[in-house]
């Protein structure tokens, strides 16, 4: 792991003197739903995971669980959902996860094979057992990153003519971590979509505690997140730093002016 991210380092870095060669507000605390709201949510999330929208669906029900207040009915589905996403994802811990949680919920609920798939059912017969899953098809030499968007830090007019930099900076930075074999990274639309469900604005995705929530959502072991700033005519500074979605700690900061 500790190789992994120093090759991400290295790779930061180098990504950020290339640009420089080539290159001349409060969170709003997320509204309550109505209960015919929350399950319009949940049908729209269970309506994703038919079309095998699976991280989509996990995205959409997992900022539901945490930004609602839930009846135990409405709470049971949506822990069913993100369970049959997690299976089709391969991610088969958590899946178990979510279903222990279904179980302690409601001890009484029972799967059957007639409703659910084998791998489904698999899970479920371990979490009647205590059980814990082999976990399937994950490569755990293989680092997940999620790329935050960059924060402006300019002044004057160049604050608004560099805005369209906040995404810029992290589409670049997207296409060129893909190159890497050592590293997976979430994909753009996937931070997107999660940014319009949690009704963010471009200020929050700068909070360290909102990064590390949306890297938990999208599965990351590590977020990169960074700013710009153009200091005057001739001199532009960029900084990036990798927080660890597990501890949110600072693995590594580099910035760069020229």
């Given amino acids: 792991m500790v190789r992994e991210r120093k090759i991400f380092a290295g790779l930061f870095f180098i990504l950020l003197l290339s640009f420089l060669a080539c290159a001349s507000a409060q969170q709003e605390e997320t509204p309550k739903l109505a209960a015919a709201e929350i399950e319009q949510t949940i049908v729209e999330a269970n309506k ?26 409405q709470e049971k589905n949506a822990l069913l959902i993100l369970a049959m996403s997690e299976v089709n ?42 059980i814990p899953v082999e976990k399937r098809g994950q490569d755990s030499d293989i680092e997940t990153i999620a790329v935050m968007y960059f924060d402006n830090h300019s002044i004057s007019e160049d604050q608004e ?11 670049m ?5 893909t190159k890497s074999d050592a590293l997976r990274v979430v ?41 710009f700033m153009k200091i005057d005519k001739n001199n532009f500074k960029i900084y990036g730093r990798l927080v660890s979605v597990e501890t949110s700690e600072i693995i590594k900061a580099e910035e760069v002016e020229g």
Wanted: charged letters at 25%; proline letters at 4%.
């Fill in 89 to 130: 994802r391969g991610q088969e811990a958590e899946a178990q996860a979510y279903l222990e949680r279904l179980a302690k919920l409601d001890p009484t609920v029972q799967l059957t094979p007639d409703e659910y798939p084998p791998q489904m059912m698999k899970i479920w017969y371990a979490v009647e057992k205590g």
């Fill in 48 to 73: 994703m995971y038919r079309r095998a929208q699976f991280e989509d669906a996990v995205i959409k029900t997992s900022s539901l669980l945490a930004n609602q207040d839930l009846n135990v009915e």
């Fill in 173 to 177: 930075m997207i296409q060129d971590i």
């Fill in 187 to 227: 994909e753009r639309d996937r931070i997107n979509f999660l940014v319009d469900e949690l009704k963010l604005q471009q200020s929050d995705l700068t909070d360290k505690s909102t990064a590390v929530k949306m890297g938990k959502l999208v599965g990351a072991q590590t977020i990169l997140m960074g700013g």
């Fill in 161 to 171: 003519r560099l805005n369209p930099l906040c995404k810029g900076l992290m589409s």
